[in-house]
């Protein structure tokens, strides 16, 4: 996977009977369905159902230290 995340990432995840979910696949770009298709066909088998995701906000990993709602988080549209 891609370090970097934008608002244009697409990430493919797959969902186990059990709830666990695995990132599969990610794109800086909407990718075809074709793309998403191929990448489903070669997942292992398990997978209960798939999601085609997008973040509407993105935080970093390391925090920013302050209070909760503070501003580490970057808002689509804020």
């Not at 244009?8 to 793309?35: C, F, M, Y």
């Not at 999601?51 to 909760?68: D, K, V, Y």
């Not at 709602?69 to 549209?77: H, N, V």
Request: charged share 15%; proline share 6%; aromatic share 6%.
């Amino acid at each position: 996977m891609s370090a970097e995340v934008t608002y244009k990432t697409h990430i493919l995840i797959g969902v186990r009977q059990n709830g666990v979910k695995t990132v599969i696949a990610d794109w800086p770009h909407l990718p075809k369905q074709s793309e998403v298709q191929d990448q489903i066909n070669e997942a292992r088998n398990g997978y209960v159902c798939f999601a085609l995701c997008t973040p509407t906000s993105i935080m970093p990993a390391g925090g920013n230290g302050g209070p909760a709602g503070g501003s580490g988080w970057r808002r689509r549209g804020l």
